[in-house]
């Protein structure tokens, strides 16, 4: 396969990931420290992780498995927050959100 046709199919293959996700977020309930989220990249794709920080706008949060992590979601909707792909909460897309959970 040419670079260019690897370069079209990682496009596709992130912009459908970005959709599955964008389609799937549901609002949250309040999270604190310490909760157990899961993260789904691209919609599919499940990571677990625990909840590091909470403010009014953001909710952090990182594994072992992530060193270093610092993924920055909304607190209301879960989906990730990333200025450099324009991700955000809805109208905006995102490209992974969190939910509730350990597994």
Request: glycine residues 12%; charged residues 25%.
């Amino acid at each position: 396969m040419s670079g260019d046709a690897m370069a079209d199919l990682k496009k596709a293959i992130c912009e459908a990931g970005i959709k599955t996700a964008t389609r799937k977020v549901t609002k949250l309930p309040p999270l604190k420290v310490g909760d157990k989220v899961i993260r789904w990249l691209g919609g599919e794709i499940a990571q677990p992780m625990v909840v590091l920080k909470v403010t009014p706008d953001l909710i952090r949060w990182g594994g072992p498995e992530y060193p270093g992590a610092d993924w920055d979601f909304d607190p209301q909707w879960g989906c990730e927050v990333d200025d450099r792909f324009d991700w955000g909460p809805p109208p905006k897309a995102t490209g992974s959100y969190i939910t509730l959970g350990d597994s």
